[in-house]
C-alpha cells in the first residue's frame, strides 16, 4: 500500500523513510515549483552571528539555522563542502517577517 502523499492543502511534511533514525530536526522540503529565491549572500561584517532559535538536521552535508541578532532575525545556510563550510546568509527582517520566511523555507517555497 503506498500512503497518500499529502498535496492536498499544502500542509503536510514529507516524511522520509529513508532517513537514518538520528534525525531529530526537520528537514526542507525539496523546492516547489513557484519556490522563490532568498537572496543569500557570504556573511557580513556588521553581521553577529547571534543566537540560534530554530535549526534543520545537517544529515544532507546543508543544513539552516534561523538566527537572532539584535532585533532582527536572519536565516544562515550552511553547505559542508569536504574542506570547510561554506556560510550564506539571508537578508535579515523583523521577527514576524524571518518567522514566516522560515516557515516557507522549510515547506520548499522558499531557497
Ligand atoms: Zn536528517
Excluded at 11 to 29: E, F, N, Q, T
Excluded at 59 to 71: D, M, V
Aim: charged share 25%; glycine share 10%.
Amino acid at each position: 500500500m503506498t500512503p497518500p502523499t499529502g498535496e492536498a492543502g499544502g500542509a503536510g511534511w514529507i516524511s522520509r523513510g529513508d532517513r537514518p533514525p538520528r534525525c531529530l530536526s526537520p528537514h526542507v522540503s525539496p523546492p516547489t515549483s513557484h519556490c522563490e529565491r532568498l537572496n543569500w549572500t557570504a556573511p557580513d561584517r556588521w553581521l553577529f552571528d547571534g543566537r540560534v532559535l530554530r535549526w534543520t538536521c545537517d544529515c544532507t552535508g546543508s543544513f539552516y539555522e534561523l538566527r537572532q541578532a539584535g532585533g532582527l532575525r536572519f536565516i544562515r545556510w550552511t553547505l559542508r563542502e569536504q574542506e570547510t563550510d561554506v556560510i550564506r546568509v539571508s537578508d535579515p527582517w523583523p521577527a514576524k517577517v524571518a518567522d514566516a520566511q522560515w516557515t516557507a523555507l522549510l515547506m520548499g517555497h522558499l531557497r
